[in-house]
């Protein structure tokens, strides 16, 4: 007896572990602004599978585009802006005419950007669009939050949801996670979501965001931006 006994019991745990398999969690509540898709978890060596180093498959100024940032995240560079004087050397290499130069500042690129019907605050942001940030830091100096368009970056991966961008957020390039419009957390199921793009201060205002995906101001596609539907050349 009680050899069957023991026999029924371990078979019903096999049963039960065998269903916590198939189980997706989902997220739901205070951490989204709006819908999250649920992220399956699944073992990973990196944030991004297949890793970064996978030659990107895609148009040839999206290429460019997304080589030249990885590059100039492995030189760390210092430079003595966010990031306006590399997307003008990118562009430039990409062989994408922009019109635009770093001294006419972001706001006139974003300008060229609408005229174009390139710029973006919804939809998938694909690796070599250009990724726009408000607020990173109190570039005016008067201690409020309206520093509008102070950085901007090159989306370089992404993995559902997830992007992945250079950017300068001081003098030093940096990869950032961001997903826009997601949680507000930083992470979610021991992944990162959304990494620390603006450097805290004393300073800083009450309700200041710090989260990449909280000071998000939208991104310039860069199919309409380039004007030739990106083919390949």
Known sequence: MWRWIFIIICSGLAASCGASDSWTPR????????????????????????????????????????????????????????????????????????GWTASRGIASLVSTAKRRDALEHEGDIRPGDIVLFHNVADHNGNGLNDDWLGAVGVAVARDGELVEAVVRTKNAPRKVVLSPGGPRARTLDNRVVNSYLRIPSRDDPPQTDYLAGRLYAGHIDLDSFFGQGCKKR
Do not use: N
């Not at 819908?35 to 996978?54: C, E, G, I, Y």
């Open 27 to 98: 997220y739901h509540g205070a951490l989204s602004t709006t819908s999250w898709k649920a992220l399956t978890p699944r073992p990973r060596t990196s944030l991004f599978d297949p890793p970064l180093s996978r030659p990107f498959e895609g148009c040839e100024p999206r290429k460019k585009m997304v080589e030249g940032a990885l590059e100039l995240y492995e030189q760390a560079a210092v430079g003595d802006d966010f990031g306006q004087k590399d997307l003008e050397r990118l562009l430039d290499e990409a062989e994408i005419r922009a």
